[in-house]
């Protein structure tokens, strides 16, 4: 077998090491699926109407859930990967004879096929709430395109910052950083019901920018504005993950790769 071929079948065995943990332990996974969807519950009906939102909240509400959830999967990939590190798993990998990214391969893919799981558990219960995409399938598609891309951005970020706090305790530490900055977006409320100054953050944030854009192919209010972002927030939607990965990606393989010496 050729060395690429070696390096798929590697990634691959890692993989499936991930999934046969889902399979031991389907009770964290299911807490993985359950809590954004209790996010998306409470806040159509508990806390009410977004805040300047016209319209059907749950309309504007679910793209943006569907948005903070890819975001906030960097939680899980940290806390797997601060696990294996704790464990010296990753260090009996290392000194195997495998591909040098197997494992940040196996994890990666392990964790986008969650998302997806996790995507279709949302869009149904959006669907059970009143929520529904009105401009076709492949519109459709093209939205939960952008969502697995702010994913995979944010995997990659969770894989450097595992690398760099090496204990899943500190996890904790991240969390206090992630909801603020997950909140501070247009998830929940539309940019012109905020001060002038936060409306311009909000508007610029990443996660806004993909939920404005899934929220226009999706066909729901909320998919546009007055503002340069929010008029380009299909641009920035692509552009925000890309730049993401470009600085991220080779930290967090450049870290991994230190971790033998």
Excluded: C
């Excluded at 909240?57 to 999967?73: I, K, R, S, W």
């Excluded at 939680?75 to 464990?87: F, G, I, Y």
């Excluded at 340069?228 to 939607?237: E, Y």
Aim: aromatic fraction near 10%.
């Amino acid at each position: 077998m050729s060395a690429v071929g070696w390096a798929v079948s590697d990634s691959w065995t890692m993989t499936r090491r991930e999934l046969a943990r889902w399979a031991r332990q389907p009770v964290q996974v299911v807490v993985g699926l359950v809590f954004p969807v209790m996010l998306l519950l409470m806040f159509n009906y508990l806390v009410g109407g977004g805040r300047g939102v016209e319209g059907d909240t749950a309309e504007y509400l679910v793209p943006g859930m569907l948005a903070l959830t890819m975001a906030f999967g960097l939680e899980s990939t940290m806390l797997a990967v601060t696990q294996d590190l704790n464990k010296g798993v990753v260090d009996r990998f290392r000194s195997m004879p495998m591909a040098s990214g197997a494992v940040l391969v196996g994890r990666s893919v392990a964790d986008m096929l969650q998302s997806v799981a996790a995507l279709a558990v949302m869009t149904a219960v959006g669907y059970a709430v009143g929520w529904r995409w009105h401009d076709g399938a492949v519109a459709a598609l093209g939205a939960v395109g952008l969502l697995l891309l702010l994913r995979f951005a944010m995997l990659w970020l969770g894989i450097l910052l595992a690398l760099v706090a090496g204990r899943p305790e500190m996890v904790q530490a991240v969390q206090i950083l992630v909801w603020p900055v997950g909140f501070l977006s247009n998830v929940f409320a539309v940019p012109e019901s905020m001060p002038g100054w936060l409306g311009a953050v909000v508007e610029w944030n990443p996660m806004s920018a993909t939920a404005t854009a899934v929220r226009g192919l999706f066909g729901n209010p909320g998919g546009g504005g007055d503002s340069w972002a929010a008029a380009h927030a299909g641009l920035l939607a692509v552009l925000w993950p890309l730049a993401l990965l470009a600085a991220f990606f080779p930290l967090a393989v450049r870290r991994f790769a230190r971790l033998s010496h």
